[in-house]
C-alpha cells in the first residue's frame, strides 16, 4: 500500500469509529526524529505500536511514545503474567495485517487488547500509524483511548539517550 493510496485498512476503521482525526500523508522517514519533523509535531507526540506475544495465539497491542520504550516488568505486572515476548515481522504481520513499521490497531486483522502508555496523555495531539509507510493519523489521546478501548498504563521509560 502506498502513501498515495486513498486509504488504507486503517484509515477505514478510523472514519468507521467516528473519532475526530486527520490524516497525514509525508514521505516514509528514516528515523522517528525525521517521521516527527515531517508531520510538524514533537518527538513524544509519534507513537509506535509494538505487538506483544502473551501466549499461544494471544496479543496485545502496546502504544508507546517516541524516546521511550516500554518496561517489561510493568507490563508484565500490568497483565498478570511472568513471561512476554516479541514475534518475529512475519508473525506480527500475520496477527495484525501490517507489516513492520506501519502497524497499528486501527483496522488490525483482529482486534486485539490495546494499552497506551499513560505519556501520551501529556500531548495535545497524537500521531499513530495510518496503514502504511508515510500514512499517519493524527487525533486527540483521549479520543485515541476512547476509540481503542484501550488501558491507559505507566509502562515505559524514558530511552536512554545515545553514546556519543
Known amino acids: 500500500m502506498s502513501p498515495d493510496s486513498p486509504t488504507t485498512p486503517a484509515v477505514a476503521a478510523a472514519e468507521a469509529a467516528s473519532v475526530p482525526h486527520s490524516v497525514v500523508r509525508t514521505e516514509p522517514a528514516g528515523s522517528a ?94 500521531s499513530i500509524g495510518g496503514g502504511a509507510r508515510g500514512v499517519n493519523i493524527h487525533l486527540a489521546p483521549d479520543q485515541l483511548v476512547a476509540a481503542l478501548s484501550a488501558d491507559v498504563v505507566d509502562v515505559t521509560q524514558p530511552e536512554a539517550p545515545a553514546a556519543d
Do not use: C, M, N
Open 33 to 126: 526524529e525525521e517521521a516527527a519533523a515531517l508531520q510538524g509535531i514533537p518527538l513524544a507526540a509519534l507513537l509506535r505500536t509494538i505487538v506483544v506475544r502473551r501466549g499461544e495465539d494471544d496479543y496485545v497491542l502496546v502504544l508507546v511514545p517516541a524516546g521511550r520504550r516500554f518496561d517489561w516488568p510493568k507490563l508484565r505486572a500490568h497483565l498478570g503474567v511472568s513471561r512476554l515476548s516479541l514475534p518475529d515481522a512475519d508473525e506480527a504481520r500475520d496477527v495484525t495485517g501490517y507489516e513492520r513499521y506501519t502497524i497499528t490497531p486501527f483496522g488490525a486483522t483482529r482486534p486485539w487488547p490495546v494499552i497506551a502508555d499513560e505519556a501520551i496523555l501529556a500531548q495535545p495531539v497524537v
